[in-house]
């Protein structure tokens, strides 16, 4: 992760652009786009001052693809327009159609924790370019003993567990490492809402579905890991409104695939 960057002052021109483009952002950008990337700017602006003094300054957030279709999130030294110093988040992450994540507006607010945590872990790859810029971890992906120092030293504000460097031959594989860091100390379904399904070996699968207005008895069919299908029947009364209701289905095997489908019908039959 080591870069061009150097200690010091930002460049004039880099800084008034970055002005210009959070200035965009907030009175032009996708009113969806807009929203989430403020709320993302202003967890930035709360961790620099409550664990970099505040010395580090706003780079460019962006929801972009990273390199890497494996990663969450990416620091970059150069942006991808040439300038300097780009964070990109997942945008999947955040709309709910990365397959690790819950699709559907009940699990918006966990989706957003998940992503602030991955910005957390970027911000301290960017700490490292800003103001280390000669320790150069990349035999270790980025994610070193100074990497490390740094989540240890925010877990520790935060209460939460350590990590450590990487597992090594002979080592426990139980520890929790720098590169996962922090979504590997915490407790995910407790701080991402049930948003985060990928940690389940008892796969999760959930979603926001709609029933049709004029349904009072729904079946639901989900295929399982075996190929067959599961029916869900539940009562409902959705009178002549459609209403959006939120299945959070657990079973040991996992289901795999939704193939939700409503079956109209009366009470009594």
């Not at 962006?62 to 279709?69: A, I, Q």
């Not at 964070?87 to 009940?106: E, N």
Request: hydrophobic fraction near 30%; proline fraction near 6%; charge should be negative.
């Amino acid at each position: 992760m080591s870069g061009d960057i150097t200690d010091g002052d930002l460049p004039e021109a880099v800084a008034e652009h970055r002005t210009d483009y959070w200035e965009w952002v907030e009175n032009h950008a996708d009113t969806r786009k807009r929203d989430a990337l403020l709320e993302l700017r202003d967890h930035w602006h709360e961790i620099n001052e409550q664990f970099f003094e505040g010395r580090m300054h706003l780079p460019y957030i962006t929801l972009t693809e990273p390199s890497k279709p494996s990663i969450y999130g990416q620091c970059c030294s150069q942006s991808s327009w040439g300038s300097r110093l780009e964070i990109k988040l997942r945008p999947s992450l955040l709309w709910g159609t990365h397959p690790h994540m819950c699709p559907g507006s009940g699990y918006a607010s966990g989706r957003m924790k998940f992503v602030k945590d991955v910005l957390t872990h970027e911000m301290i790859h960017q700490h490292v370019m800003e103001h280390q810029p000669t320790v150069d971890e990349e035999s270790y992906h980025g994610h070193g003993p100074v990497f490390t120092g740094h989540c240890n030293r925010i877990s520790a504000g935060l209460g939460l567990p350590q990590v450590i460097v990487r597992n090594r031959p002979g080592r426990s594989k139980t520890k929790a490492v720098a590169p996962q860091w922090p979504h590997c100390v915490v407790d995910p379904v407790v701080r991402y809402d049930g948003a985060y399904s990928h940690h389940r070996k008892d796969r999760v699968t959930c979603t926001h579905v709609t029933i049709p207005a004029g349904c009072h008895v729904a079946s639901m069919q989900c295929m399982d890991d075996a190929g067959e299908f599961v029916r869900i029947d539940f009562d409902t009364d959705t009178g002549d409104k459609s209403v959006e209701i939120r299945i959070h289905v657990d079973t040991l095997g996992g289901l795999v695939d939704f193939a939700h489908e409503f079956l109209c019908g009366d009470k009594d039959v």
